[in-house]
């Protein structure tokens, strides 16, 4: 009796955590299918009547939409790309060669987890506008590869790789780079896909620098596009729009990272786990 | 010898693209804010060097301080939150329940929904007039809440938030180390007559101990810099009720446009993050490390 009870209690309790976490989603979903008077009202409505997708044609004509999807997608590929070309070459060498200052060094690029650039970002801005890359898509990437958090993460997971292999073709005559480019990055696959998985949330999601950093229409992110153009976060700069058209905004925006997700849910869970465990 | 000789050569080229960005794009900006912290300074006109002034007014000011306990108050909930939550759902979805599948999908999802749209729907939830929770309070006579624009709900319900938006992280990595407990331990935990909070106590407790810390020191550190929600949701307000250093260092940089003040407050988060640093390192630094 005790067990079914217990049972019966866990169900609840899924129940009410699957309802909490869907609500919030499904709130942007029925609002933006609503018309204003009906999103509107004193007493929530779940269900949109009439069904009407003018919402999402006014996002798209009032908003260059499209363009910001766009500059999301670039910044994203960009950064990734430049954060496996600086830091997988950098987590070999800390994993596998002998140099000087080799430990001085790894603390360095340690230091970069604990003070992140919200740190000191005024200087930050000020730097890029003297190097005249404000409103550049380099700009967005460039800080986002400054962080040494994959370069820990490469050289962990390097670190386990047995020797036998790259000993071997050491005295074969291959030289680090063959070693680094044949025989260790193909092992290193798992902790590239966590890396790759990481950035990529990253810099899709990332507000307070393109806020500061990209405030043209032509580099401006989709985060940002949200809060500025559409949501009119700072109060007073832009006419914030009726509900029905921001929760019409914020589904589209999340369509392509909600999609990716589902498609690659499996490698997601792997990927934090690894971050968490060995 | 020969192996570490041949290995020695090649590590410069290794190092150097990383190296070359860090130079430039971390420590020159990290340092030279400590000489822009003495400076009055609008980036249109030249920098005025004023000395320890930037400190003195920034310490007699009321709505520094605020940001500093709102800083601490938001960091320590959040992470409380993140955590103990984290912890329970990990433990929920760990139970051979039908439906545990569609929990996990819907729980990370969050995670990859940018801080803007959650701030947005959330923002929309919270609403007086229209938002869906105060929406049921009225249906159940309850007084409706100004989650957001009451001085006392303002943070909570931010934090609140989170539990939407940020568990997942957490969730999915105490799910993996529950995962790598071996049944045979609460099989004899279960044979000695221990019931269920006895096997939490003192089974899984202390063999999550180690990812516990690591989930509440990543936690600590990345909702110490908190601006994303206060940017989205309240503006800092109401009356500067959810202000924090790095959204206060926004506000005096980049509306505000006094640089010389920004460095100063700058300057003081990076003191209380590598403080906090250092005690982590000196009380639980080992520990933590080696469950990386």
New interface residues.
Partial sequence: MKFKFSRAFLYTILGLVIVFYAVPLLVIVTTSLKTNTQAMTKDFQWFPNPVTFEQFKIVLDRFPFERWILNSIIVTVGSVLLILIVSLPAGYAFARMEFRGKNFLFGLSLMTIMLPFFAYIPQLYLLFLQLKLINTYTALMIPLATSGVSIFLFRQFIIQIPKDLDEAALIDGCTNWQIFYRIILPLTKPAIISVIIFSVIRSWNSLMWPLIAASNDKVKTLPVGLAVNVFAATTGVVRPQPYGVIMAAALLSILLPVFVFLILQRYFVQGIATTGLK | MR??G??????????A???F??F???????L??IP?SFTRWN?LSDPVFVGIENYLRMFEDKWFWKAVFNTFYYTILVTIQLVSLGLL?AI?LN?P?K??V?????????????????????K??Y?Q????IN??L??LSLPTMGFLTDVNQAMPSLVFMNA?WSV??NT??????LQ?IPEELYQAAKVDGAN?WQIFRHITVPLLRP?IL??TVLCA?NSF?M??EA??MT?GGPVGSTVTL?YK??NT??EAFR?GD??AL?VV??TF??IM?FFQFRFSGRESFES?
């Avoid at chain 2, 569609?102 to 749209?117: D, E, H, K, Y």
């Avoid at chain 2, 007039?129 to 869906?132: A, E, K, L």
């Fill in positions: 192996i570490t041949v290995k020695t050569q090649g590590a410069f080229w290794f190092l693209p990383y190296f960005l860090f430039i794009f971390f420590l020159l900006p990290a030279t804010i822009m980036i759902l929920l139970q329940l439906g545990r569609v929990g996990r999908v819907l729980i990370i999802m969050p995670f990859v929904i940018s801080s803007a749209a959650a701030g947005v729907v959330w929309w939830m609403n007039n229209f938002g869906i929406s049921y009225r249906q939407w997942g992280f999915i990595i105490f799910l993996a180390a790598g269920g990812i690591y989930a550190a810099q601006f994303d940017y989205m503006q790095v260092t926004y940089a980049f640089f920004a460095a700058s988060t990076m993050i590598l640093t990386l």
